[in-house]
């Protein structure tokens, strides 16, 4: 099979690009290297160009044919999205539209589509299943359920396949420490505690310990990035058997709060993750866990990290050694 893998040099389109690759799929890899790193892309094609200008992504579709693509190219970060919304809606929205439109010329008919919890907004159940409410807090939510409903009506009009993955919190790195997360500046979690234990990063900053959680720091869902690529390549072959705009939520199931993470941390790396209680951040929900029932009904998608600690531990060795 072969696959357009746009973004694919960071952090999670680099560990769908190996997992395609391992598995004998052809993969070219289109970025424009604005957050993603040309060191993460050991395997397949690569092609500089930029969805936001055609030209380039013509370069990507001349001379080439592709039975699919998975579309991780995106702005991410949810405080930023709110400082910069014109960003967020130019590179997600019509930087999608300009992949679509191509996808149209060139006769490409399936795509897997990165969305996000974000797209639920507040959550009003425990578990969110795909059917919960979509009422997105931040720009950066909008923009990936903006692009959900173009995907609706470019199944109804084009006849396009699609499926939204809604991801939860992505963390791990490969086993290998081949590829593993590298944002600048990095914001998340996983990393932060692991860079301050490893004395590689400042303390970390425990954003909110007033939340109407158990330990009072917000509660999130962590699912290993090997595991989002095992649904990705579930994701291509469902599209095989069934037309249509189809989304599914991944993530464990399991909640871990802030300080549980921090725990986790500090006995995977062997020593403590200095830290100190800081306001809430902006934006942040106080509570994300999915059902990803119908994901593993449905895709037949069985995460093999189940365990908080197992997945820290392939992040941790990655951090240990991070080779860019
Ligand atoms: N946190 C800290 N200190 C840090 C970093 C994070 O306390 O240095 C806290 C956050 O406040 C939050 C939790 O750790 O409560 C997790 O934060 P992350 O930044 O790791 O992840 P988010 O849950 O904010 O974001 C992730 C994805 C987003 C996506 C969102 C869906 O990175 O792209 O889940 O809600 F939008």
């Excluded at 992504?57 to 699919?68: H, I, N, P, T, V």
């Excluded at 199944?155 to 939204?164: D, P």
Aim: include cysteine; charged fraction near 20%; proline fraction near 6%.
């Amino acid at each position: 099979m072969k696959t357009l893998l746009c973004g694919g040099a960071g952090y999670i389109g680099s560990h769908m690009l190996k997992w395609l690759v391992e598995r004998g799929h052809s993969v070219t890899v289109l970025d424009n290297l604005s957050t993603g790193h040309r060191e993460a892309v050991q395997w397949g094609e690569f092609v500089q160009a930029d969805l936001l200008d055609p030209a380039s992504l013509e370069s990507a579709f001349a001379g080439r044919s592709f039975d699919a693509v998975i579309h991780f190219c995106a702005r991410s970060l949810v405080g930023e999205s709110v400082a910069q919304p014109y960003d967020y809606y130019a590179n997600n929205v019509a930087g999608t539209l300009n992949l679509l439109e191509a996808m149209k010329r060139h006769g490409v008919s399936k795509l897997v589509f990165s969305s996000t919890a974000a797209v639920f907004g507040h959550p009003v159940q425990d578990f969110i299943d795909e059917e919960h409410p979509k009422a997105p807090i931040n720009p950066y939510g909008a923009s990936k359920l903006m692009v959900e409903r173009i995907l609706a009506d470019a199944a109804q009009a084009h006849g396009l396949r699609s499926m939204a993955l809604r991801y939860f919190n992505a963390a791990g790195a490969s086993p290998e420490s081949d590829i593993g997360e590298s944002h600048q500046p990095e914001t998340h979690l996983i990393p932060n505690a692991l860079r301050a234990a490893l004395g590689t990063g400042p303390g970390l900053k425990v954003f909110g310990s007033d939340y109407p959680t158990p330990d009072g720091t917000c509660v999130r869902d962590y699912v290993h990035v090997d595991d989002l690529a095992q649904a990705h390549e579930q994701a291509l072959a469902y599209m095989d058997t069934h037309e249509g705009a189809h989304a599914f939520n991944l993530g464990n199931g399991q909640g871990f709060s802030v300080r549980e993470v921090i725990d986790a941390a500090s006995r995977v790396a062997g020593r403590p993750v200095p830290y100190e209680l800081a306001p809430r951040r902006a934006g942040d929900p106080p509570v994300l866990v999915a059902s990803s029932q119908r994901a593993r009904a449905e895709l037949g998608w069985s995460p093999r990290y189940t365990s908080l600690d197992d997945i820290i531990e392939t992040a941790y060795r990655w951090h240990r050694n991070p080779r860019y």
